[in-house]
């Protein structure tokens, strides 16, 4: 899960070369992310387990994943499903677990802006971070499919609801959480997720701030808001580190 | 859900064809998940106990060596069951 969005003259060379976008690139698309799609799979039959588990049948799972195609920002909402369900909090806490789409986009943009509207925006519907990942080192080593991160896309969205559906079916088949410590599975997964962002010590300073804040806010104030305040202090403690 | 998040993917590519994103801003929005989830489990695992901090380092362990999410969350769970147990 790699954010890197470093610019090249090369790269806006290239971008200057044409790009098709056609059914053979959906098609390598997906063939080429079959293997990153199945891990996303495990992934998923994770998120189906936990979705079940607080209470999503699984048609709700399956159409969340269908619609969001956000792992962390999903299992971050079955983190806060309660009834009745806290639309601000989740709302709120997903917009912003996800702006880091915003960087993932903008890096595209020298090659889609080559495609039509539709071609473009239609494609980044289907932005992961693992296929976002491989199209930019498609795109980078000077490939024009621009329909790539579509098909790549396409395979780990059809992973993603399968394995969300065989997740929620069986995790619905379990019965009390607790008793097989299915409670501590969903922390595991985020200290899964939070291994795999951490991109060496300069992490530290934003985590840290992240962590004291959200401890500090959790003590303080009601509900869940803690989660977002600490990553936003996460977030203010990294501008200043670079600003500075 | 689906609405903002897709707001997110699309207003990146749509943003940069209009303005420039300053370094600092490009590194803060960088660090939000991982910030994110650190809020999340930070003050979930300050309020449990040591079952659960044991059981937290070896789905960190695992989550390490195998870069596997759902192996991590197999581990953690069976460790918990056994930490809880003990």
Redesign the interface.
């Known amino acids: 899960?790699s954010?890197e969005?470093s610019d090249s003259p090369t790269e806006s060379e290239r971008a200057d070369r044409t790009m098709h976008f056609s059914m053979t690139g959906v098609r390598e698309g997906f063939i080429e992310c079959i293997p990153i799609a199945l891990?996303v799979a495990?992934?998923g039959?994770?998120f189906g387990v936990l979705a079940a588990q607080a209470g999503v049948t699984v048609a709700e799972a399956a159409f969340?994943s269908a619609?969001?195609?956000?792992g962390?920002?999903?299992l971050?909402?079955i983190?806060l499903w309660a009834h009745p369900i806290p639309v601000g909090t989740?709302?709120a806490?997903?917009?912003?677990?996800?702006?880091?789409?915003?960087?993932?986009?903008?890096?595209?943009?020298p090659w889609?802006?080559r495609l039509s509207p539709l071609q473009?925006?239609g494609s980044?519907?289907f932005?992961a971070d693992e296929n976002w990942a491989l199209t930019m080192g498609e795109f980078r080593s000077g490939s024009r499919r621009g329909a790539f991160l579509l098909g790549s896309g396409l395979a780990i969205w059809i992973f993603w609801i399968s394995a969300t559906v065989v997740g929620a079916v069986s995790g619905a088949a379990i019965g009390d959480p607790a008793r097989?410590?299915?409670d501590?599975?969903l922390?595991?997964?985020?200290?899964?997720?939070?291994?795999?962002?951490?991109?060496g010590r300069s992490?530290l300073l934003?985590?840290v701030?992240?962590?004291g804040?959200?401890?500090g806010a959790?003590s303080v104030l009601p509900g869940r808001w803690?989660?977002?305040?600490?990553?936003?202090?996460?977030?203010?403690a990294?501008?200043v580190?670079?600003?500075a | 859900m689906s609405a903002v998040t897709y707001i997110t993917k699309a207003g990146g590519l749509w943003l940069l064809s209009r303005i420039e994103v300053p370094e600092y801003a490009e590194a803060g929005l960088a660090v939000l998940p991982g910030a994110i989830i650190v809020s999340i489990v930070g003050p979930e695992l300050a309020r449990a106990g040591p079952p659960e901090w044991g059981a937290g380092a070896v789905a960190l362990l695992v989550a390490w060596r195998t870069e596997n999410v759902l192996l991590a969350l197999v581990s953690g769970v069976a460790a918990v069951l056994l930490f809880r147990g003990v």
């Open positions: 899960m954010t969005t891990s495990g992934y039959i994770a969340m619609t969001v195609l956000a962390a920002a999903q971050i909402a983190e989740i709302v806490t997903t917009f912003i677990v996800n702006l880091r789409y915003v960087l993932m986009g903008a890096a595209l943009q889609f802006s473009s925006y980044v519907f932005t097989y410590g299915l501590f599975a922390t595991a997964v985020f200290i899964a997720i939070a291994v795999e962002l951490w991109d992490r934003p985590w701030a992240a962590f804040v959200a401890i959790a803690y989660i977002l305040l600490g990553g936003l202090a996460g977030c203010f990294e501008v580190r670079v600003a």
